[in-house]
């Protein structure tokens, strides 16, 4: 082979090679099954407002899009309990929490909810979302 030719061919086939692990990881991590931690504030002493939104609506809500729930939780610290619901949900990828989250927000009976608990003013301060994959060693995965 020409000596030219042998160096652009290693190098081709490295980029290649290279090309497919890229798009093999990225798909693998897309399809790789996530957990959600989402923290919600609400806004002054509307924190049981949002509890009720969660307990009577989001949840139900939530299983009809394929979004499972982890658990709640309520922050100890003096600084987060009055306006603060800390939870989890397992997706089986990011892509289908992606399509889970489109679906939840486009289905009218949330859009009825949350114009129902926001009558009065909005209940939610802020979101917090992120997305994790478990550990080789995590008991949960």
Known sequence: MNKFLKP????LASLTLGLGMGVLFTSSAQSQKVFELR???A???NLEKLHARFRNHTTRIFNKHDMEVV??????????????????????????ARASWSAFIQDPE????????NA??????????????????????
């Open 8 to 11: 652009a061919a290693i190098s």
């Open 39 to 41: 923290t919600y504030t």
């Open 43 to 45: 806004t002054p002493g």
């Open 71 to 96: 658990g709640y939780w309520s922050p100890t610290s003096e600084e987060e309990s009055d306006d603060t619901i800390v939870y989890m949900l397992e997706h089986a990828s990011r892509d289908a």
């Open 110 to 117: 949330w859009s009825e909810v949350a114009a129902a608990s």
């Open 120 to 141: 009065q003013g909005d209940i939610l301060d802020s979101i917090a979302s992120k997305y994790l994959v478990a550990t080789d060693y995590s008991p949960m995965k």
